[in-house]
């Protein structure tokens, strides 16, 4: 296992038990018989409201905890993917060239060019020559 995937494994641990947390936190939407019958026990405004402003936080909480989870999730599948084909398909090296066919077309190649060069130089000498 590679030292990224441990760290996002940790943060997705981490980020798991913070949901599980806020989600517990949370009132359910439903009072039940109970909750219609008796009423809400706060009668002012402010009282009313507040309930409504804090689960109004913590279900942004969770949205953003819960998005940010996924997308995590997304990011070890893929880094975990890649690693993987990295490992059972690694970078081939070209294959060494050998060094005598080089030499010997090198060698070649310069026996040649020398040849061309001094047929040239006769050539050039012979109409000097001539000219005198």
Same mark, same amino acid.
């Given at each position: 296992m590679q030292p990224l995937e441990i760290v996002i494994g940790i943060l997705l641990g981490v980020l798991?038990? /913070? $949901?599980i947390i806020i989600i517990m936190m949370q009132q359910g939407k439903r009072r039940g018989l109970s909750g219609t019958l008796s009423g809400s026990s706060s009668d002012s405004f402010f009282g009313k409201n507040k309930g409504k402003t804090k689960d109004r936080m913590l279900n942004k909480i969770t949205v953003i905890l819960a998005i940010v989870f996924v997308l995590l999730v997304l990011t070890l599948y893929i880094v975990h993917t890649l $690693? &993987? *084909?990295? &490992?059972? *398909?690694?970078p081939s090296e070209p294959a060494p060239i050998e060094s005598t066919e080089v030499s010997n077309e090198i060698s070649e190649n310069a026996g040649v060019? &020398? /040849? &061309?060069?001094e047929s040239t130089d006769d050539v050039s000498e012979d109409e000097d020559t001539e000219e005198e």
């Open positions: 798991g038990i /913070a $949901l $690693l &993987e *084909n990295k &490992e059972k *398909n690694p060019s &020398e /040849a &061309e060069d």
